[in-house]
């Protein structure tokens, strides 16, 4: 647990991507929930990434959806990094289905 801002996690949930610590990057993101720290598009992305990268697309789709839940708008390149990750993982009737939610969704 680290005691910084928003920058800090995000960099610290980045860092993960490369070893593949998604568990480390989703912890981090509950950590900042808990001390209240702001969570930006930018630092669920990285996350997002993260689970990508380990082939973790339940993980990825769950912080598309807790995003919204939270009022975040994910753009492009959060529908991309998800639809990514399910690709990755042979998932291609959620990619397919992803894709067409982000047609819709960023149309509005």
């Not at 981090?28 to 973790?56: F, R, Y």
Request: proline share 2%; net charge neutral.
């Amino acid at each position: 647990s680290i005691d910084a801002g928003p920058t800090h996690y995000s960099s610290a949930i980045n860092s993960c991507r490369e070893s593949r610590q998604w568990e480390v990057a989703l912890h981090l993101l509950a950590d900042m929930h808990l001390k209240s720290v702001e969570c930006t598009v930018t630092t669920c992305l990285q996350a997002i990434d993260v689970c990508g990268k380990a082939q973790k697309w339940r993980w990825a789709g769950q912080l598309l959806h807790t995003m919204r839940l939270k009022g975040l708008w994910p753009d492009t390149s959060v529908f991309n990094a998800v639809i990514s990750a399910c690709a990755k993982c042979h998932q291609w009737e959620r990619a397919l289905s992803l894709l067409e939610e982000m047609h819709f969704y960023l149309r509005e």
